[in-house]
């Protein structure tokens, strides 16, 4: 595993580490260059509540790996999150710089309703 990889799960462990103490949901986010992952988990850990990505049917043939995409992912997953009964999480960045597509992502879901 390359140094800047294993520099992201360690601030995404320090992250997770807390939000754990929280006993709270979490929305996690993951990308990649071409697309981008969001997932409510429960607090074991055991359970996803929600999930969008834009590997959806809704989103494909369109372009995914930018930050249009990612505003979708961000209200998309803030409605299905309402739809799961789930209002308030803690938001789990898995150790990527909180600007882009993370950033817009967040700011979606909480003009969706989510709070955190």
């Not at 601030?11 to 006993?23: E, G």
């Not at 995914?64 to 999480?89: D, F, H, L, P």
Request: with cysteine; net charge positive.
């Amino acid at each position: 595993m390359n140094v800047k990889k294993q520099a992201r799960l360690r601030r995404a462990r320090k992250t997770r580490a807390k939000i754990s103490q929280l006993n709270v949901n979490r929305l996690c986010v993951f990308r990649t260059p071409r697309h981008i992952y969001a997932q409510i988990i429960s607090p074991s850990g055991a359970e996803i509540l929600a999930s969008a990505s834009t590997l959806d049917k809704s989103l494909r043939g369109t372009v995914t790996g930018n930050v249009a995409a990612a505003t979708k992912i961000g209200a998309m997953i803030a409605e299905r999150a309402k739809a799961a009964g789930v209002s308030k999480v803690a938001f789990d960045r898995a150790g990527y710089d909180y600007h882009g597509r993370v950033k817009a992502l967040a700011e979606a879901a909480r003009e969706g309703g989510l709070e955190f």
